[in-house]
């Protein structure tokens, strides 16, 4: 991060579900790959990595009453949003972490069947993908389950200089401005470049279509994906080899998605 670029620390993501977090969603995917997966009935652990404000969390304890789910996120707000539902709707089964990472390898958890994450793995430093799978490697049991939802290549590949455009633009000398203030801004020197007849809008016709996909995009949103000063799509050969070495003794069963659209 250089001094200039603002931390999105305590700006707050989106509210969503996302279904492929779902227990049952995992177990289908397994399936359908021929893969052995984990027993439903069975009183599972679950670990949501940077669950956010939890949504998809909850609703998945709500669904598998007899599992134990468990989530952290470094964001107070997300953090306090997560607890006060989990309070209202009665869930025993559910435990919440204020931490980042680091905090959370210090923890004393139980061994876990399901760990997941949506988007996070891309949004993170590699100093920071290499505490995700030291926690992999110390909290999964053999034979669970990894599902990493993350931005893939080749898919961005197109929307890579858009992306880097954007980033440049909205983090350039302007640390007090909001993450709406930053969306518009860089939306609309964006339409300027693309006005003057920029070579690559003409080479990469997508780029226009992401650039009207960015401009209606919730700010916060915006904020993780275009304005954090971390962002690395990779292919998904490369996360595999990443995660490979949390896979010893026993490889873990992992179910991969390869997201070449936005997350949010």
Known sequence: MTPNEPSIRNVAYTHGYYRELSPTMISAALESQGVAPPDL?????????????????????????????????????HVAYARRWADDAGLANVELFEDGFEELLQRDLPPMDVIVMHGVYTWVSPAQ???????????????????????????????MPLRQLVHRHATRGRTTLSPAEQLEGSVAVMRQVQALGARYFEACPSAAARLDLLAGSDPHYAAHEYFNPYWQPQYVHEVAGEMACAA????????WRSMSTPLG
């Open 129 to 159: 993908r290499q505490v995700i799978i030291d926690f992999i490697d110390r909290r999964l049991k053999p034979g669970g389950v990894v599902y990493v939802s993350h931005n893939t290549l080749p898919g961005w590949a197109a929307q």
């Open 248 to 255: 010893w003794p026993v490889p873990p069963r992992r179910c």
């Open 41 to 77: 009935a069975a009183p599972l652990n679950y670990f949501e990595l940077g669950m956010g404000f939890g949504v998809s969390l909850l609703v998945n304890a709500a669904c598998f009453p007899h599992m134990r789910f468990f989530g952290n996120d470094f964001n107070p707000e």
